[in-house]
């Protein structure tokens, strides 16, 4: 069956420190693969996006993330977290058999310390 | 501006009694979606819509039907709706799967 498993449900780090979320899938076809992240009260803002090519992909607000097909992973990375991160991000997966299924992880909440 | 909007925002209803939640985007995007949003279990996809009259189902589709008669438009139904279903709704609009979606800003229904 397909899934996305975001094994940290919290995740918490000082300002200025890095950061990385972890991100397992499993999925029978080549994957899509997406970051997304919720700030409280608000909609989902699409982080970045891996579906072919280079497998370090690059975001917006400086994150990036790495593909791993070895590993079936897509963790998120951050090299310094400002306040401003503090947040909840959720992991993504589709396929282009699959039309418009995109599955979404269980989400890690991020808070950042002083 | 590019955007999905989807109405309204807060809704309070009683058991039973059928709503419609509308969805709609200016990007002419080909497929549009619907989640649930619930603490602990991330989003779930309702139904998606990859184009016109084109409907399929996500993990949860009990208890709700879509229609998708116009490109722009992806209303949500909830003919007989329950308390298990009170929910913070995403509707979401994409140019294609590679693309992922773009999200509106989510209704939040309460079912008493």
């Known amino acids: 069956a397909q899934s996305v498993t975001q094994p940290d449900i919290h995740i918490t780090v000082s300002e200025g420190a890095s950061l990385e979320l972890r991100c397992n899938y499993s999925y029978g076809a080549t994957p899509y693969l997406f970051w997304y992240v919720q700030s409280p009260g608000q909609g989902l803002q699409l982080l970045l996006k891996?579906?072919?090519?280079?497998?370090l992909v690059q975001g917006i607000k400086g994150f990036e993330a790495e593909f791993k097909r070895s590993q079936s992973s897509f963790n998120l990375r951050k090299p310094s977290v400002h306040w401003s991160d503090a947040a909840e991000y959720f992991c993504?997966?589709?396929?282009?058999?699959?039309?418009?299924?995109?599955?979404f992880g269980q989400g890690t909440e991020l808070s950042v310390k002083p | 501006e590019a955007q999905v909007t989807q109405n309204p925002r807060y809704l309070i209803t009683v058991t039973g009694k059928k709503l419609t939640v509308t969805c709609s985007q200016n990007?002419?995007?080909?497929?549009m979606s619907w989640y649930r949003q619930d603490p602990g279990l991330g989003l779930r996809q309702i139904y998606y819509?990859?184009?016109?009259?084109?409907?399929d189902k996500g993990d949860v589709p009990e208890g709700y039907k879509v229609s998708r008669k116009e490109k722009r438009n992806f209303p949500l139904i909830l003919e007989s709706p329950s308390p298990n279903q009170t929910s913070l709704y995403f509707c979401?609009?994409?140019?294609?799967?590679?693309?992922?979606?773009?999200f509106g800003s989510g209704t939040r229904l309460t079912v008493v």
């Open positions: 979401a609009s994409s140019f294609r799967t590679g693309q992922g979606y773009t």
């Open positions: 993504a997966v589709g396929a282009d058999n699959q039309g418009g299924k995109l599955i």
């Open positions: 819509s990859m184009n016109v009259e084109v409907t």
């Open positions: 990007m002419n995007h080909e497929y």
């Open positions: 891996y579906f072919s090519g280079d497998t």
